[in-house]
T-cell receptor, first 112, second 116 residues
Framework: ELKVEQNPLFLSMQEGKNYTIYCNYS?????LYWYRQDPGKSLESLFVLLSNGAVKQEGRLMASLDTKARLSTLHITAAVHDLSATYFC????????????FGTGTRLTIIP | EAGVTQFPSHSVIEKGQTVTLRCDPI?????LYWYRRVMGKEIKFLLHFVKESKQDESGMPNNRFLAERTGGTYSTLKVQPAELEDSGVYFCASSRGPFSSGNTIYFGEGSWLTVV
């Protein structure tokens, strides 16, 4: 059974600082997803990482995937208040079976 | 284009009562998914429809939960009778085709259920 572990669960950081959220998964999964959720809002897709070594960047967020280590990271550069949200990673349970296994989420708070 | 809409956004019911959650997917999306997040836990898969057919309902926790998608449009998720441990957020999502084939999956804002 695929398990996805995300850490930290809570992260409070100052504006302008850099930090990384980690996502480990237990069995082979070739696709890794990152989502953002603002309070009371839907899950917004940030990145889909499809292969080993994949790196994607959007603004101050950069996601990477190492399938050999079964690790994905979401790196935040020079954080700004607007990035405060809960971030989830998710992996496909088995390729093609249309089922996502989520991590517990990281609640990120950016302090001015 | 309207997103995935869910109703009600919040519901408080007593243990033993029945609640029906509704999801309207994005128009033209054949794939519809239900997920839920109970307090302090991960978001977990419940089931997957393709049009009106259940493709995978392996995540449904027990027979108190019944999901339907008559006509392949909107879907309902009924909990009967509700128990305290059913409290949480129920998310619906949809995609035009399989998201494993590269189609984007869109989530609704969720229906918060509190069983007291």
């Amino acid at each position: 059974e695929l398990k996805v572990e995300q850490n930290p669960l809570f992260l409070s950081m100052q504006e302008g600082k850099n930090y990384t959220i980690y996502c480990n998964y237990s069995t082979t999964s070739d696709r890794l997803y990152w989502y953002r959720q603002d309070p009371g809002k839907s899950l917004e897709s940030l990145f889909v990482l499809l292969s080993n070594g994949a790196v994607k960047q959007e603004g101050r967020l950069m996601a990477s995937l190492d399938t050999k280590a079964r690790l994905s990271t979401l790196h935040i550069t020079a954080a700004v208040h607007d990035l405060s949200a809960t971030y989830f990673c998710a992996a496909e349970t088995n390729f093609g079976n249309e089922k996502l296994t989520f991590g517990t989420g990281t609640r990120l708070t950016i302090i001015p | 284009e309207a997103g995935v809409t869910q109703f009600p956004s919040h519901s408080v019911i007593e243990k033993g009562q029945t609640v029906t959650l509704r999801c309207d997917p994005i128009s033209g999306h054949d794939n519809l998914y239900w997920y839920r997040r109970v307090m302090g836990k991960e978001i977990k898969f419940l089931l997957h429809f393709v049009k009106e057919s259940k493709q995978d309902e392996s995540g449904m926790p027990n027979n108190r939960f019944l999901a339907e998608r008559t006509g392949g449009t909107y879907s309902t998720l009924k909990v009967q009778p509700a128990e305290l441990e059913d409290s949480g957020v129920y998310f619906c999502a949809s995609s035009r085709g399989p998201f494993s084939s590269g189609n984007t999956i869109y989530f609704g804002e969720g229906s918060w259920l509190t069983v007291v």
